[in-house]
C-alpha cells in the first residue's frame, strides 16, 4: 500500500499550502498539491486512504472521486491525480511534460497575480505592489479590488483600487478580477469607468449564464472552478469568454484541465491556467502548460512570502514574465522539509 502524507506551509493569515505525497514501498514518490480545497479535504483524504488500505490501486480510487462533486472532492482528486503522474513520470525518468505529452521544453509565460501580497489593501497599497512586479519583469498585473469590501463601498473603493492600479502601472497588461462579488446592474453601471481601464480580460463580472449581458465591456474570462465543458460549453459556442482560467487542481486533474484547455483553444479563446497557489501547483501548471502548447499561460501568486523560493528544491524560478519547467524526472523538485509541517501520514 502506498503512503499517503499530507503537509502544510503556513504562509499568512489567508493562505496555507495544501502538498500530498505519495510514497511507493520502494521510496519512489510523487506530488500533487490540494491547496483552497476548503475544509471537507480531511474527510476526503480519510476516504483515499480507506480505499487504498482495502488494497485499491490510487488509479482506481483517483475514479472514485467524483470530478463533478464538491470542491474539496475534486481538489483532492486533482492532487491525487497529480502526485501520481509526477511519480509515474519520475520512474520512467522523463520530465512531467515530456510524460504528458509535450515535446519540447519552453519558457511558459506568466502573470503577477498581487491580492496575496497585499495587507492593508488600500488603493496606495495595490498601486505599490503592482509597480513592484512590474519592475520585477512582469509584463501583466491581475487583481482583484472588490475583494474583502462591505457591500455599500465595494463598488466605488473596488474601482478607486483598480484605477490606482492602472495608474501605476500604464504599459502592462491589467485584469480585474470581480470574483461574483457584484450584481449585474453594478457591473453596467460601471461599464464606462471599467472600459477606461483597457483591461486585458474581466474575470468573474457575472455567472456564466448571463455573461451575456455584461458583454462589450471588456474581453470577459472564467472557468477557474469548472470541472467538466459543459459548464463552460454555451459560453464558448457563443463567443461570450475571451478567455479561460482552468485550475489543473479544483478541475479535477490533468485530464479535466487537459479538456477545458482544448475546448478553450478550439474555441479560439484564450488560456491562462488559474494558479493563486503554491509552487507544487505552480510546477504543474507549467509542466502541463508546456504539453499542450505555447498558447497556454499561467498566473503566478506574487509577492507573498520572501521565503516561497526555498520551499521547494531546486528553488523556484525567481521574478519575471516567463517560468520554465523544472529540470530532471516528473515535477523536478522535492519539498524543503524544514518548510513543512506532517498534517497526516497513512
Known amino acids: 500500500m502506498p503512503v499517503l502524507e499530507l503537509l502544510q506551509a503556513r504562509v499568512s493569515a489567508g493562505t496555507t499550502w495544501r502538498v500530498v505525497q505519495l510514497t511507493d514501498g520502494d521510496g519512489a514518490y510523487g506530488l500533487g498539491e490540494y491547496s483552497d480545497a476548503g475544509p471537507g479535504a480531511a474527510g476526503v483524504w480519510a476516504a483515499v486512504a480507506a480505499g487504498l488500505a482495502e488494497g485499491g490501486s490510487v488509479s482506481a480510487v483517483v475514479a472514485g472521486l467524483n470530478r463533478r462533486g464538491p470542491l474539496a472532492v475534486r481538489t483532492v482528486r486533482g492532487a491525487l491525480e497529480l502526485a501520481a503522474a509526477d511519480l509515474a513520470a519520475r520512474r520512467t525518468g522523463q520530465p512531467l511534460w515530456r510524460w504528458l505529452g509535450g515535446t519540447e521544453p519552453r519558457p511558459v509565460a506568466r502573470h ?53 492600479v492602472r495608474r501605476a502601472v500604464p504599459q502592462a497588461g491589467l485584469m480585474v478580477d470581480v470574483h461574483g462579488l457584484l450584481r449585474v ?77 482544448s475546448a478553450a483553444l478550439g474555441a479560439g479563446a484564450g488560456v491562462s491556467l488559474h494558479n493563486p497557489a503554491g509552487p507544487v501547483a505552480t510546477a504543474a501548471g507549467v509542466h502541463l502548460a508546456v504539453a499542450l502548447g505555447p498558447s497556454v499561460e499561467t498566473e503566478f501568486a506574487y509577492g507573498e512570502t520572501a521565503w516561497r523560493a526555498d520551499a521547494v528544491r531546486p528553488a523556484e524560478a525567481g521574478a519575471g514574465a516567463w517560468l520554465r519547467p523544472a529540470a530532471g524526472p516528473g515535477l523536478g523538485l522535492e519539498l524543503d522539509r524544514r518548510r513543512w509541517t506532517l498534517e497526516r501520514a497513512w
Open 185 to 261: 446592474d453594478d457591473v453596467l453601471a460601471s461599464a464606462r469607468e471599467l472600459g477606461a481601464l483597457g483591461l486585458r480580460w474581466l474575470e468573474d463580472a457575472a455567472p456564466v449564464a448571463s455573461l451575456r449581458a455584461v458583454a462589450g465591456i471588456a474581453p470577459l474570462a472564467g472557468g477557474e472552478l469548472a470541472a467538466d465543458l459543459s459548464e463552460l460549453q454555451p459560453a464558448l459556442q457563443e463567443g461570450l469568454l475571451a478567455w479561460v482560467l482552468p485550475d489543473v487542481k479544483h478541475a479535477g486533474g490533468f485530464r479535466a484541465a487537459t479538456s477545458l484547455v
Open 112 to 164: 503577477a497575480s498581487i491580492d496575496r501580497a497585499l495587507r492593508l489593501r488600500t488603493p496606495e497599497e495595490f498601486a505599490e505592489v503592482a509597480r513592484a512586479a512590474v519592475a520585477d519583469g512582469y509584463r501583466a498585473v491581475k487583481c482583484a479590488p472588490f475583494d474583502g469590501l462591505p457591500a455599500k463601498v465595494r463598488l466605488r473603493v473596488g474601482l478607486a483600487r483598480a484605477v490606482a
